[in-house]
């Protein structure tokens, strides 16, 4: 058990391309998603990903919150489906395929990124399948919140941080100057991941 010191943007790793898991059920695998989960704790964000620890490995863990679960825009959108809580994930070699074409936008944050959030883009609707700890197959639909965080993850996979995906980089910004004007009338914005 320990805490992993987490890359920040500007560090080569967050823009490499991970490789996938030969073998999920290995013992060094288990030891290393445990430092993640105490890193993730540490840090108090809702995802991280294999590289933003310095380790280009095609593997995740994420978590959607009760509390994030309930944000009232994800509710008035019609989202409900994503009012259920999604325990501590473990997600292995992901695939994401985006069902429709809807996108929404909504500020993010990233561990890597320490202060800053943007809004960006992304689908709103997906399906995502990999592997777990066990070995054994993962497959789910996501929407909403839900599905933000484990496409923002698997981007970290393929070197993209979330200021790439930044369609107005007006957006982009502190956290302490851009809530004082968002946080009134938008209650989506998003945690560290
Ligand atoms: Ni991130």
Do not use: W
């Amino acid at each position: 058990m320990a805490i992993l010191k987490i890359a920040r943007m500007g560090h080569p790793i967050l823009g490499m391309k991970s490789i996938p898991v030969a073998d999920p059920q290995a013992p060094e695998i288990g030891y290393f998603v445990e430092d993640m989960i105490d890193t993730l704790a540490d840090a108090g964000g809702v995802g991280l990903a294999a590289p933003q620890v310095h380790v280009p490995i095609r593997l995740v863990i994420f978590k959607v919150p009760a509390a994030r679960a309930a944000a009232e825009r994800y509710r008035d959108a019609g989202l409900d489906e994503d009012s259920e809580e999604i325990p501590l994930t473990v997600l292995i070699n992901p695939v994401i395929e985006a069902i429709g074409n809807e996108t929404h936008a909504a500020y993010e944050g990233c561990l890597s990124i320490p202060e800053m959030m943007g809004e960006v883009h992304r689908p709103v609707h997906i399906r995502y399948s990999g592997l777990g700890l066990d070995g054994e197959p993962i497959e789910r639909e996501a929407k909403g919140f839900h599905a933000r965080v484990v496409q923002h993850e698997c981007d970290h996979l393929d070197g993209i941080l979330y200021p790439q995906r930044i369609s107005d980089m007006r957006t982009f910004g502190y956290n302490e100057e851009l809530k004082k004007s968002i946080v009134a009338n938008d209650d989506d914005n998003e945690e560290a991941t």
